[in-house]
């Protein structure tokens, strides 16, 4: 896989290269109750979730709201990472859904609803497609493929919509700005260089 060097980052080039921007209709939130761990969190992001369940406890369905009072916001998974808490072994303890059958996050919508005033929403879902990996000394950022995403690939592509442009929020509450500023710059040299 190819990567480029961003400060103390190795970015994967699906991240320039790839077209990329959610799209709820078509997936419905699946990544949200697919797959067989639940999302990356720090111990630092697990007790900021804790310290506002009362708020959003009463979105979230019966099961999960036990899931968590029993176990915690979050567990190890197989590989020794702490990750939110699951219900049935697959879905985010913090799914919600709406009556089309789409699936958002408690903590999102207790934000949007004004009922959160601050954001404890983990990085790695807001960054999501992407997924970080920390190696001694530097960080790789890397685009995780997965078929439920193709609508988003789909319309991007639509759009002119690249997924580090999309994911511009996530990357700079992450990195930084002057690092964004840094990929962007990159990318840009890159996919000018790749179409001559």
């Known amino acids: 896989m190819s990567m480029l060097q961003i ?4 970015v994967s080039l699906d991240l320039i290269e790839r077209y990329f921007v ?20 720090t111990k630092e992001e697990s007790a900021r979730i804790a310290e506002v369940l ?6 979230m369905s019966p099961a999960a709201v036990r899931e968590v009072r029993d176990n915690g916001v979050d567990y190890l998974d197989r590989e020794g990472d702490r990750v939110t ?9 913090f799914t919600t859904r709406e009556a089309n059958g789409m ?7 207790a934000l949007r609803a004004g009922t959160l005033d601050h954001d404890v929403k983990p990085i790695s879902c807001r960054l999501y ?12 950022v890397n685009l995780h493929r997965w078929k439920i995403c193709r609508p988003a690939e789909k319309l991007g592509r639509k759009l ?14 992450r990195f930084g700005q002057e690092w ?11 996919l000018k260089q790749k179409s001559e």
């Open 103 to 109: 699936c958002l996050c408690a903590l999102e919508k």
């Open 22 to 41: 959610c799209d709820l209709d078509a997936c419905l939130g699946a990544c949200c109750i697919d797959g067989d761990e639940g999302a990356p969190v």
């Open 180 to 190: 964004y500023d840094e990929l962007d710059f990159t990318a840009k040299e890159y």
């Open 85 to 93: 808490a699951l219900v049935n072994g697959c879905e985010c303890a």
């Open 129 to 140: 497609p992407v997924r970080l990996k920390e190696y001694d000394g530097f960080t790789a």
């Open 7 to 10: 400060q103390d980052t190795l």
């Open 160 to 173: 002119g919509v690249r997924a580090y442009e999309f994911l511009k929020g996530p990357l700079v509450a």
């Open 54 to 59: 009362d708020i959003v406890e009463p979105m």
